[in-house]
Nanobody, 120 residues
């Protein structure tokens, strides 16, 4: 069982930056692929980024490439999402996810989400 708790969301102006964090419970953190998804009002949940077990591989949605960076610290059981050059369309609830497989069709564990609002 893995429990995920996101933090770091908030209100930021367009062009600004935020860093989301996700703290995970359990002693097998390094056994999981970590990811971030987001859901904007009235839209479906969408993939944002993922990072492999040791952090050596990452994947990003085209809409965030070059602006967002996912990283992880296995010693701290934490995954991060650094978001730069934020746009109004990045406004959404951001969810941290975990799964034992790389880019599964459905991640096994989900956090409660943290709100990110970008004002134009």
């Amino acid at each position: 069982q893995v429990q995920l708790v996101e933090s770091g969301g908030g209100l930021v102006q367009a062009g600004g930056s935020l860093r989301l964090s996700c703290a995970a419970s359990g002693r097998t953190f390094s056994s999981y692929v970590l990811g971030w998804f987001r859901q904007a009002p009235g839209k479906e949940r969408e993939f944002v980024a993922a990072i492999s077990w040791s952090g050596g591989r990452t994947s990003y949605a085209d809409s965030v490439k070059g602006r967002f960076t996912i990283s992880r610290d296995n010693a701290k059981n934490t995954v991060y999402l650094q978001m730069n050059s934020l746009k109004s369309e990045d406004t959404a609830v951001y969810y941290c996810t975990a799964d034992r497989n790389w880019l599964p069709s459905l991640y096994e564990y989900w956090g409660q989400g943290t709100q990110v609002t970008v004002s134009s």
